[in-house]
């Protein structure tokens, strides 16, 4: 089957970030749809009828629509991407899957969390002590990142999969974010080796001056 793809959703979210890593990873063609923050229309009957819960990203392939951006990654890479991305042997994919899971439970609220605080709170709201908090909570999931890239070079081993996507589009908001942080050489060498691919460069090393000090959306 070939790709009809459409993704909505605007390309300095984080989770629109991983949809769209995916489809750069696997050099497919796709229409973009920009919408959410600055530019608006999740409130639509229109959007609403394809996401329910009105956020970003949807990636629509044909007649199919996918909410929940790692829902959306796993499709791509389940249709489009061989034993890539995701693993076909059981034990392997296991794998890759906790590290995603654990991605969108324990280490993501976290660093968001922290990013919101920090960058996205004006700085005259900003409240130090919830601050060192959410940091203090950040460095827990990513010392667990870091002992885990000391066994191999990728999350999930000696390849890049899915897991490095959802889990690596935290890294140049981490590394950008004025703050202090604490040496962890094993995510430090990550971030170089994924630093290596177009796809991270172009879509996760991306600008997002508009999101400072913005509560709004
Ligand atoms: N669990 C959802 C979360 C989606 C989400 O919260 N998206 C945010 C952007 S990262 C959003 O749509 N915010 C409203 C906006 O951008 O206007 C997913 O992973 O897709």
Partial sequence: MSPNLTLWGRKN???????????????????????????????TPAYRALNPNGVVPTLQDGDLTVWESHA??????AAYGGDTLWRADPRQRAIVDQ????????????????FWLLVRTPKAQHDATAIAAAHARTLT???????NLAR????????????????GVSLYRWFTMDIERPATPNVEA????????RAFRDVVMVDYAELVGRLAF
């Fill in 152 to 167: 191999h070079p990728y999350v999930a081993g000696e390849e890049l999969s899915y897991a490095d996507i959802v889990a």
């Fill in 13 to 43: 979210s984080c989770n629109v970030q991983k949809t769209l890593w995916t489809i750069e990873e696997l050099g497919l063609p796709y229409r973009h749809e920009p919408v959410g923050g600055s530019f608006g229309g999740l409130d």
């Fill in 141 to 147: 999931p990513l010392r667990t990142l870091d002992a």
């Fill in 190 to 197: 990550w971030y170089q080796l994924l630093q290596q691919r």
């Fill in 72 to 77: 959306t990654v796993r499709y791509l890479a």
């Fill in 99 to 114: 590290w995603a899971d654990w991605t969108a439970t324990t280490f993501q609220p976290a660093w968001i969390n922290l």
